[in-house]
């Protein structure tokens, strides 16, 4: 059974960091893309970045272009989320996906509905 659990949320001031994980578990060797996605209230669910995880390429939303990172690591099965310069607007429930569809351009894989997997979330609020 397949499981994704992130961690590594909480509160943070304007232009501070944080690093979320996001651990995987079960039939791990079938994702080739994982991804991260937030919502923030009232707003739908939005791609952030993604790597591909045999390959590592990664792929980011252009709002987080140049704040945000995503690596992995393979012998944990774990992704990561470096969250640098964070913006009030960064505010969201910060979610962790994996899709096992391949071949997919990185224009499809940020719809949502690409991931057939996904975590609880893991709340993320910057303060102005």
């Known amino acids: 059974q397949v499981q994704l659990v992130e961690s590594g949320g909480g509160l943070v001031q304007a232009g501070g960091s944080l690093r979320l994980s996001c651990a995987a578990s079960?039939?791990?060797?079938?994702?080739?893309?994982m991804g991260w996605f937030r919502q923030a209230p009232g707003k739908e669910r939005e791609f952030v970045g993604g790597?591909?995880?045999?390959?590592?390429?990664?792929n980011y939303a252009d709002s987080v272009k140049g704040r945000f990172t995503i690596s992995r690591d393979s012998a944990k099965n774990a992704v990561y989320l470096q969250m640098n310069s964070l913006k009030p607007e960064d505010t969201a429930l910060y979610y962790c996906?994996?899709?096992?569809?391949?071949?997919?351009?990185?224009?499809?894989?940020?719809?949502?509905?690409?991931?057939?997997?996904w975590g609880q979330g893991t709340q993320v609020t910057v303060s102005s």
């Open positions: 079960g039939r791990t060797s079938s994702f080739w893309v």
């Open positions: 996906a994996a899709s096992t569809e391949t071949g997919l351009a990185w224009s499809a894989l940020k719809l949502a509905s690409r991931y057939g997997y």
């Open positions: 790597i591909s995880t045999y390959i590592g390429n990664t």
